[in-house]
């Protein structure tokens, strides 16, 4: 059973940082891309930033750009969101998610073929 499960979210204040963590386990293959997509209450589900399974290319949505990077540890079946410079804006619940992409890269939702429970990330004074 393909498993992912996130991990690092919690309460920071704006201008701070924190870094996410998903571990993948269960694939039969690691030829996979992976991204972050975040959720806020009310609010439809979006793209935040993307990492091939080489980690050669990266995605990132126009309001994240500058502020997050997204790297991958083949070794250790994990992807990382670091977090800086943090605005209220970014509180949402957190998703890992991965896809094969056979028909090419997309940032949409359903494009992602497995999901995490999601992490909250809050950024509140």
């Known amino acids: 059973q ?7 979210g919690g309460l920071v204040q704006p201008g701070g940082s924190l870094r996410l963590s998903c ?10 891309a992976t991204g972050w997509l975040r959720q806020a209450p009310g609010k439809e589900r979006e793209f935040v930033a993307g990492i091939s399974w080489g980690g ?4 990132y949505a126009d309001s994240v750009k500058g502020r997050f990077t997204i790297g ?3 070794a250790k079946s994990a992807v990382y969101l670091q977090m800086m410079s943090l605005k209220p804006e ?15 890269w997309s940032a949409l939702p359903s494009a992602f073929d497995y999901w995490g429970q999601g992490t909250q990330v809050t950024v509140s004074s």
């Open 2 to 8: 393909v498993r992912l499960v996130e991990s690092g």
């Open 23 to 32: 571990v993948a386990s269960g694939f039969t293959s690691d030829w996979h």
């Open 56 to 59: 050669g290319s990266t995605y």
């Open 72 to 74: 991958r540890d083949n």
């Open 90 to 104: 970014d509180t949402a619940v957190y998703y890992c998610a991965s896809g094969t992409f056979r028909a090419g």
